[in-house]
């Protein structure tokens, strides 16, 4: 679900909407999971694509600075787990485990120096999922703006931006339960959550979600939600990622250096923020929110 607002000339208002949306869908299309250019890609292992090579030219970057916690080469996995829409979730078998241990590597995606070209080594799989949201997000505000809506606010799924010069309350979703565990004003920045509650099942009273650690391909099992806040969709949605598997004192120097502010939930409902975020934040969910707080 895409969430559009505008504040300003209703009919400028109206036509940038409706460039946002048709914008939207070539974004979900293009980087998707079905037949996409993805697909092309984790096919014949070579695309000449100028936006791709930008996207997975960042997300290599990410992997680099995180010290391998954002992974780009994970669709094999991700669809063994049944993740990425292939088939329902489930366990995966060990064979499947081996198959993707042989190449999980993103070492094995390739740029080349035409600034356009993406290679991708024998048996590596690409997945977007992890930054072509908030990329997307981030384009629908650029798209906004420069179509003359000068504020407004897109948020798609939980990848948020907000922009101009109004002040937004945005709500951190309970993890949970229902309603929100805190709301955080939030002007000209955007907002992105990872957390084990979208794409989840519950196996023998255990938890398995699909973010996913990339040295185990096991899912990550440190937090409920990571929040991040920064200036663009893409940065926030990479790290919220990043620090949703390698843990917030891991990463809290490289969201500091990058004037990034967090909020994270772990499994026992207990709530950590940056300086800023701190004061709108509880300590924990509390006992009237721990509707569903295990598995």
């Known amino acids: 679900i895409v969430e559009i607002q505008a504040l300003g000339n209703e009919t400028d208002a109206r036509a940038a909407m409706k460039a946002v949306a048709k914008e939207l869908k070539r ?4 980087f998707g999971y079905h037949a996409s250019l993805i697909t092309d890609l984790n096919t014949s292992h070579k695309v000449k694509d100028k936006e791709l090579y930008n996207l997975i030219q960042y997300g290599i970057e990410i992997h680099r600075i995180s010290g391998g916690a954002f992974s780009l080469a994970l669709r094999p996995i991700l669809d063994a787990w049944g993740f990425s829409g292939t088939h329902p979730y489930h366990l995966p078998s060990d064979e499947e485990f081996n198959k993707w241990e042989i190449s999980k590597n993103d070492k094995g995606i390739h740029l080349l120096d035409d600034n356009e070209s993406v290679y991708t080594e024998e048996g590596v799989g690409i997945d977007v999922g992890g930054i072509a949201k908030g990329y997307g997000v981030d384009r629908a505000a650029s798209i906004m703006t420069n179509m003359g809506v000068d504020t407004g606010l897109i948020n798609a799924g939980g990848d948020i931006m907000a922009f101009g010069e109004h002040t937004w309350q945005i709500g951190i979703k309970n993890p949970r339960g229902p309603g929100v565990v805190a709301i955080i004003p939030v002007q000209n920045k955007a907002v992105a959550t990872s957390g084990d ?3 989840f099942f519950i ?3 255990k938890r398995f979600c699909h973010i996913l650690n990339p040295q185990t391909g096991l899912p990550a099992r440190r937090y409920m939600s990571v929040t991040i806040i920064g200036p663009t969709c893409r940065q926030a ?10 843990g917030i004192d891991d990463t809290k120097s490289m969201l500091e250096e990058r004037g990034l502010e967090w909020m994270v939930i772990d499994l ?27 598995p």
């Open 203 to 205: 196996n023998n009273g």
């Open 237 to 246: 949605d990479a790290w919220a990622t990043a620090v949703f598997v390698m």
């Open 27 to 30: 974004i979900d299309k293009k």
């Open 268 to 294: 026992s409902g207990k709530i950590k923020a940056s300086r800023h975020l701190k004061k709108y934040c509880p300590d924990r969910i509390t006992p009237s929110q721990q509707k569903d707080l295990n």
């Open 197 to 199: 509650y979208e794409r």
